[in-house]
């Protein structure tokens, strides 16, 4: 069971934003937007501040610590405009990506685990622009 329908709608109730939520418990907006989509693990703690903020029940905050399935969104080519063109930009950049990477690191990956992921808003007079700045550690491949 999908508990974003929920979550959403107690955040709407609440007129909270995920910034605000972010704010309450001193972690990132992306991260917090993360939980309400099935795709993070909140502690005890996080659980229990993200009930209190937005009256939740208690099957809802058990169920915010339950660990996730990731990567498990459907469809695998996403339809939703804005995500699809991060699916299109990893189309035409990610393997200029991997190699200017691999180029710099040697032969590896970049972790989804050790992960930040920030999205901010940089005003420009001919139409605001996103920002998004991804920063994981780099795992080099062992050989054995």
Known sequence: MSLTPTLMAAKKAKGMS????????????????????????????EASKLGAALDLPPAVVDALQAYPTKG????????????YRFY??????????????QEKFGDGIMSA????????????????RVKVTMCGKFLPYKKW
């Open 72 to 83: 498990s969104l459907d469809p695998v080519i996403p339809t939703d405009p804005l995500i």
């Open 18 to 45: 995920f910034a605000d939520l972010a704010n309450l418990l001193g972690l990132d907006e992306v991260w917090i937007a993360s939980l309400f989509y099935g795709q993070s693990t909140a502690s005890a703690e």
């Open 88 to 101: 299109e930009i990893m189309q035409v950049y990610g393997m200029p990506m991997k190699d200017v990477i």
């Open 113 to 128: 685990i050790d992960f930040t992921l920030e999205v901010d808003k940089v005003e420009d007079p001919k139409g605001d």
